[in-house]
């Protein structure tokens, strides 16, 4: 793959924050140097500046999905921000991965997370500045496959032209699968329209190109529908189902930058039972599933000692919904004694937070020697 640090290397004295694009952050795992060229590279890009995008744990979970299976290696890219972008277009430098500095464009896969609406425009940009033709109809046979998925991709047609595939629901496991079912085209020899169809068979995949506009919604329940045999007529949502039983550490990176969320997270929950009609989360993580007191404890702890950082974060939709909170709780407070470490709880809701949680959260501050922290559901 080419090497874009010589050119880099001379842009970064003279840009905003350079250390956005400097990789070798503690924690970085760099697998480019594969002995086998067939292997298959897949970089995965958050289409925001490095500040927003290395908090995101999407990020995380899938690049380590991928980079801990055989016989494909992951890396990560970032947006620039607007005037450095400009900056590369005028010099001709195109969107690297922060890894290997090579272009996406000679990746195998290219995965775009869909974290919000106003990422729409963004992707465009990611696939602009990395050199890629925008619409899946004009890419050659030898241009990367571009995959997609998020909560926004629970919408998908307003993105269907520039996405080859989308993951709808959980990408643990359906990464993996898909991008070895590219690397295993691309040895075969296949065409594009091959893998295409390869990848319309995994389950909880929508390959856009493979529907058209439905004559008559109303009749067929759909906006779409397929065009051949192997598109299905509905695509359900993939859920993983080993997330109880994993690990609530992932290896993490630990940057130079200060993120918008600098700390360590652990995910306790996934999946809302409160059914919040105003929330689009609640309804399409389901269902609810929940990782041990055990696993989360140790969790937490093992991230502590790996990142050195001093605030862990239990993340969820609903962190005091867990069956499990005040012993997870009494448990760090014990642990985490006289070591000044913080302990936040997002998404805090009044009605779960008990008259025992309340009683022993003064305890549990004066035990870290800081406050905990507290945020209010929005």
Not at 12 to 23: E, F, G, M, Q, S
Not at 47 to 64: F, K
Request: proline share 7%.
């Amino acid at each position: 793959m080419t090497d874009l640090w010589p050119q880099l290397s001379l842009l970064l004295p003279h840009v905003a924050r350079p250390v956005r694009y400097i990789d070798h952050e503690y924690g970085a795992v760099h697998r480019f140097d594969t002995d086998d060229p067939t292997d298959a590279s897949f970089c995965m890009v958050y289409p925001d500046t490095y500040e927003l995008g290395q908090a995101n744990q999407a990020v995380r979970i899938l690049v380590n999905a991928v980079n801990a299976a055989e016989g494909m290696w992951a890396e990560r890219s970032f947006l620039p921000d607007p005037e450095f972008a400009d900056t590369m277009r005028e010099e001709g430098l195109p969107l690297f991965s922060l890894e290997s500095c090579a272009p996406l464009s000679e990746f195998t896969c290219v995965g775009i997370t869909l974290p919000h609406e106003l990422a729409a425009t963004n992707v465009l940009e990611t696939l602009d500045l990395a050199g890629i033709s925008l619409r899946t109809a004009d890419r050659r046979e030898d241009e990367p496959i571009v995959l997609g998925g998020g909560p926004c991709a629970y919408n998908p047609e307003p993105f269907a032209p520039f996405f080859d595939c989308l993951c709808i629901g959980e990408g643990e496991a359906w990464i993996v699968e898909a991008v070895a079912c590219v690397r295993d085209g691309r040895r075969a020899g296949k065409a594009r329209s091959a893998i295409l169809e390869d990848l319309a068979r995994i389950p909880g995949s929508y390959v856009p190109s493979f529907y058209v506009a439905a004559e008559n919604p109303a009749e067929v329940g759909a906006l779409v529908q397929p065009m051949n045999e192997v598109a299905p007529a509905v695509v359900s949502k993939r859920v993983w189902d080993g997330f109880a039983e994993s690990s609530g550490w992932e290896p993490c990176i630990v940057p130079f930058a200060d993120l918008v969320h600098d700390r360590l997270n652990v995910e306790i929950m996934r999946g809302c039972a409160r059914g919040c009609r105003f929330c689009q989360a609640g309804m399409t993580y389901r269902p609810v599933r929940e990782r041990s007191a055990e696993n989360i404890v140790h969790s937490v702890l093992t991230g502590l000692k790996e990142t050195g950082y001093d605030e862990v974060s239990l993340t969820s939709l609903s962190t005091t919904d867990h069956s499990q909170i005040e012993q997870i709780l009494s448990r760090l407070g014990t642990e985490l004694s006289g070591t000044g470490i913080r302990v936040s709880i997002p998404s805090q809701r009044l009605d779960s937070f008990g008259v025992g949680m309340a009683k022993q959260w003064p305890d549990l501050c004066a035990r870290s020697g800081h406050a905990a922290s507290a945020r209010r559901h929005q």
